[in-house]
């Protein structure tokens, strides 16, 4: 059977680059004169009642302009009904309405999920093209929004870090990844953060040893005349965030810190080069991953090629931040403490 028309959607939290794909998609499609269908609101989209209109016609000229905007033209969401067995059914019913022979979703682990719960109800093919800020789904080097959060992670610490020098004060960072440090170990090196604290090198276990080796490593770096200090942590690290690691740390040692949760900032702004250029080669290499039958696979990028991976293996949760990553702030962190004023 030939390929006419293509389904695609963005689903789950936003990413900086997902217009970029989006956009790529509508191109190699149109290319090889296939149709491609945009469902809004992510799978909410495919689930609507009929008399709301969640779907359009991508034409070239919808596409135009938007390679450099954040956020996503098809909007996003989360839908609960695709975990139920009626929301599945509505989707196969509206892709089976509106003549989609393949569905493309960009999204994160969540999205996947949803695309594997799908297929038990709809045979069309289908595919996923990894944006995340989490960089979080294993089989690719990058995911799709990465180096833009990692980026605007860095250039709001900087300003921190302003604030922090010419106050002598300490700061208390928190930074988006959900259950993922690569965000947390990239912008805290980049920002020649005193500490980095994320899943790789952190255990609830050990949460009061943790609490007075900072106190003790504050103290020193005090003592050392440094003017600032920055402490970088992963959301849903610390029991209570950087806001009660900030407390404990003024109850137990007497050490005044400010938090700061950057939060969904690192979600928006137009995204870098590097997102945009992964987002089109993805977009491209998917529509042709579908043009050669290709079906239940996520595109990956490994070594600068690209790869399909078993959307099954991509959200196993397996892919770790880089030991070199790890070391290398280690290895800092022996060095700053040794530095005297």
Same mark, same amino acid.
């Not at 609960?80 to 682990?109: C, F, P, S, Y």
């Given at each position: 059977?030939?390929?006419?028309?293509?389904?695609?959607?963005?689903?789950?939290?936003?990413?900086?680059?997902?217009?970029?794909?989006?956009?790529?998609?509508?191109?190699a499609?149109h290319?090889?004169?296939?149709?491609?269908?945009?469902?809004?609101?992510?799978?909410?989209?495919?689930?609507?009642?009929?008399?709301?209109?969640?779907?359009e016609?991508?034409?070239?000229?919808?596409?135009?302009?938007?390679?450099?905007?954040?956020?996503?033209?098809?909007?996003?969401?989360?839908?609960?009904?695709?975990?139920?067995?009626?929301?599945?059914?509505?989707?196969?019913?509206?892709?089976?309405?509106?003549?989609?022979?393949?569905?493309?979703?960009?999204?994160?682990?969540?999205?996947?999920?949803g695309?594997?719960?799908?297929k038990?109800?709809?045979?069309?093919?289908?595919?996923?093209?990894?944006?995340t800020?989490?960089?979080?789904?294993?089989?690719?080097?990058?995911?799709?929004?990465?180096?833009?959060?990692?980026?605007t992670?860095?250039?709001?610490?900087?300003?921190?870090?302003?604030?922090?020098?010419?106050?002598e004060?300490?700061?208390?960072? %928190?930074?988006?990844?959900?259950?993922?440090?690569?965000?947390?170990?990239?912008?805290?090196?980049?920002?020649?953060?005193?500490?980095?604290?994320?899943?790789?090198n952190?255990?609830?276990?050990?949460?009061?040893?943790?609490?007075?080796?900072?106190?003790?490593?504050?103290? %020193?770096?005090?003592?050392?005349?440094?003017?600032?200090?920055?402490?970088?942590?992963a %959301?849903?690290l610390?029991?209570?965030?950087?806001?009660?690691?900030?407390?404990?740390?003024?109850?137990?040692?007497?050490?005044?810190?400010?938090?700061?949760?950057?939060?969904?900032?690192?979600?928006g702004?137009?995204?870098?080069?590097?997102?945009r250029?992964?987002?089109?080669?993805?977009?491209?290499?998917?529509?042709?991953?579908?043009?050669?039958?290709?079906?239940?696979?996520?595109?990956?990028?490994?070594?600068?090629?690209?790869?399909?991976?078993?959307?099954?293996?991509?959200?196993?949760?397996?892919?770790?931040?880089?030991?070199?990553?790890?070391?290398?702030?280690?290895?800092?962190?022996?060095?700053?403490?040794?530095?005297?004023?």
């Amino acid at each position: 059977m030939s390929l006419k028309r293509i389904g695609i959607l963005t689903s789950g939290g936003d990413a900086p680059g997902m217009n970029a794909a989006i956009r790529a998609v509508v191109l190699a499609a149109h290319h090889h004169q296939i149709e491609v269908i945009g469902f809004y609101h992510g799978f909410n989209g495919l689930v609507c009642e009929e008399h709301i209109v969640m779907a359009e016609s991508l034409t070239l000229l919808k596409v135009s302009g938007i390679i450099h905007l954040g956020g996503t033209l098809l909007r996003s969401a989360r839908c609960q009904l695709m975990h139920e067995e009626k929301g599945l059914k509505l989707a196969a019913k509206t892709l089976n309405e509106h003549n989609i022979d393949a569905l493309v979703v960009i999204g994160g682990d969540g999205s996947f999920s949803g695309l594997l719960a799908l297929k038990h109800y709809w045979s069309g093919q289908m595919i996923g093209i990894p944006g995340t800020i989490d960089n979080d789904l294993d089989g690719t080097d990058y995911t799709i929004g990465f180096a833009t959060a990692v980026n605007t992670g860095i250039e709001a610490i900087d300003k921190i870090r302003d604030t922090a020098d010419a106050f002598e004060r300490i700061f208390i960072v %928190e930074l988006m990844g959900r259950h993922s440090g690569h965000i947390t170990f990239n912008v805290g090196i980049a920002c020649a953060a005193e500490q980095v604290l994320s899943f790789e090198n952190f255990s609830i276990e050990k949460q009061s040893e943790t609490l007075q080796q900072l106190a003790t490593e504050i103290a %020193e770096a005090k003592a050392a005349c440094h003017s600032s200090y920055i402490i970088v942590i992963a %959301e849903n690290l610390w029991p209570g965030g950087a806001i009660e690691l900030a407390k404990q740390l003024h109850q137990h040692a007497d050490i005044e810190c400010t938090p700061c949760i950057l939060g969904h900032i690192q979600r928006g702004g137009s995204p870098v080069a590097k997102d945009r250029i992964l987002a089109t080669k993805m977009g491209v290499a998917a529509v042709q991953a579908l043009i050669d039958g290709k079906s239940h696979v996520m595109v990956a990028e490994q070594d600068n090629a690209m790869h399909l991976i078993a959307l099954d293996e991509a959200i196993k949760h397996k892919k770790l931040v880089s030991k070199q990553l790890i070391d290398a702030q280690q290895n800092i962190l022996a060095l700053t403490a040794q530095t005297q004023c």
